[in-house]
């Protein structure tokens, strides 16, 4: 295949995909945030929600329909923002670099430093594979530290304090 057919397949499934995400974007949606941070996480209609009302000791999970300036639409129902006092986000991640992402750098770099050596070892010295233990105890700390930092970090959201809840209108109108 010629270098010029390579580059207009290669143009061609771009500006498909690059149109099939312009075609989809949202212009209604509600940010969870944390205030004077750019931590967000956004939920526009389509998204599961879960989340906790005031005076409720337990979660609900609610495929959200529609938003509005001062509510959520689901299937069933419509709650105002303000009576919604916990947003759990255990399947979701902050926008931008957060605890539990570093958690999982931290894991990464843990592991990767131990092959790394091994591969030192092995491929250009030609040795055998030996356990070296200083190797394995900083890999196994910074392993270990990652993990820690993944434990804690934030599984439920407390609105009302440190985060809130926003809507977001992006159509434009004349």
Same mark, same amino acid.
């Given at each position: ?143 270990? $530290? $990652? ?28």
């Amino acid at each position: 295949m010629s270098l010029r057919k390579t580059i207009s397949i290669i143009f061609l499934l771009s500006s498909t995909f690059l149109g099939i995400g312009i075609v989809k974007a949202q212009k209604e949606y509600i940010v969870v945030e944390k205030t004077l941070s750019n931590k967000q996480i956004t939920y526009s209609s389509g998204d599961v929600i879960t989340y906790k009302l005031k005076n409720e000791d337990f979660f609900r999970s609610d495929h959200i329909v529609a938003l509005n300036d001062s509510s959520i639409e689901f299937h069933y129902n419509q709650i105002l923002y303000e009576e919604i006092a916990q947003v759990n986000i255990s399947g979701h991640r902050f926008t931008g670099l957060d605890v539990k992402s570093i958690g999982t750098y931290a894991q990464i770099a843990g592991i990767a430093y131990i092959a790394i050596d091994q591969f030192n070892q092995v491929i250009v010295r030609g040795e055998e594979a030996t356990f070296n233990q200083g190797v394995w105890i900083a890999g196994g700390s910074i392993f270990l $530290g $990652g993990t820690i930092l993944k434990l804690l970090s934030p599984k439920k959201i407390k609105l009302g304090g440190k985060y809130r809840i926003r809507y977001m209108n992006l159509n434009y109108k004349k």
